[in-house]
């Protein structure tokens, strides 16, 4: 038993440490360490929100208390709680770690841009959450590889600031790498923001943490980090889509399966079997062919591993995604893609198949919100045709969707531990462009293709 707990150290270590690359980081800021916050046992900790549905909010917390309620009062005023729900929960143990009571409860319906007050569990702080706009203007404000550094706290304290309605997180939460109690420590680090807006997120290579023959991978990120997969036809909580003030978001895993015979493919591109109530087998129609670009005229995807990176860092590892859904998100005329893994930041002009392209789609890599592995610094020369805009710092993203066919996107840079915004341009939607009209037959008939 000694030499098996030996084996797992030494392999939990060495899978916790980053390869050296051929580039130089610049010295990254240490990481936080957050004291121990001694509470009741049933007292609601790493309280955060997810969207789950029209109308709908899914209030997600940790107990140490296994019989503590999992139950949301809320309301319109505070202290006054006149509705309330009920939900589920889980637990995971990770070799000789064990976690507290995961509760997820599913509120609404809530009335869109409005402030509602919630406590969890019956017992603890009053929590206050603001639901998105039902039309536009909306504002997302964007950042992966967060981590938990001092970058980190800067990059959040910035997203603080800014008028925003969703965030959007494209992979590598908490850096955790096998030791959990990471997940702990970060969950109560991004609680003042997570619980009082959305958080959507998913995958990247630090969620993985699975070890070979003991443990499966993404069991801390599932149990803790639930989204709306069900909700959207998805059978996992890799990938999923949601659909939020006149946009329809499309979250895809770099991680899971994504070739021509995968779940995952099937699901953006054919639809699936599901189960009805009565056992009877019915056919899920494909995400993408439920998109209404009259309904949701603009269409966002992100995933973790970027497909147009001119930084020296992870060269080459989106190319076998890339090769197999750029054609499909192409033809479905998507409108910006945001990627993170490489640690800074760059925006490509609208580009399809490596080469500028009217009708492709804007791609953003923000791997830059804080992480511990310090900053992507080396990029090849001479700059690629189809990127515009690179720089190896740490940051935030804003994307403002005005109305139907502008949105103004804006990059901020942690200088000196103030927001500068040092990338900014307006975007025109495929549907004013005249793309989504132009490439119509071409969709259909892609999406009816087996």
Known sequence: MALLKLILTVFIVASATVTADDYVRPQPRKALHLPWDSKLSSYPQQVHISLSGDKHIRVTWITDDNSAPSVVEYGTSPGKYDSFAE???????????????????????????????????????EFQLKTPPAQFPITFAVAGDLGQTGWTKSTLSHIDQCKYDVHLLPGDLAYADYIQHRWDTFGRLVQPLASAKPWMVTQGNHEVESIPLLKDGFVSYNSRWKMPFEESGSSSNLYYSFEVAGVHIIMLGSYADYDEYSEQYSWLKKGSLGESFELSLYILKADLSKVDRKKTPWLLVLFHVPWYNSN????????????????????????????????AYERSRRVYNGRVDPCGAVHITIGDGGNKEGLAA??????????????????????????????????????????????????????SSGCVGRKRNELGNTLTTP
């Open 312 to 343: 020296t860092a992870h060269q080459g590892e989106g190319s076998d995604m890339m090769k197999a859904m750029e054609p499909l998100l192409y033809t479905a005329s998507v409108d910006l893609v945001f990627a993170g893994h490489v640690h």
């Open 87 to 125: 939900g589920e929960t889980t637990s995971y143990s990770y070799i000789v770690y064990s976690s507290g009571k995961i509760h997820h409860v599913l509120i609404g319906p809530l009335e869109h841009n409005s402030v509602y007050f919630y406590r969890c569990g019956r017992q603890g702080p």
């Open 378 to 431: 080396k990029y090849i020369n001479p700059q690629p045709n189809w990127s515009e805009f690179r720089e190896a710092s740490f940051g935030h993203g804003e994307l403002k969707i005005v109305n139907s066919t502008h949105a103004f996107w804006s990059w901020h840079r942690n200088d000196d531990d103030e927001p500068v915004k040092s990338d900014d341009i307006w975007i025109t939607s495929l549907v």
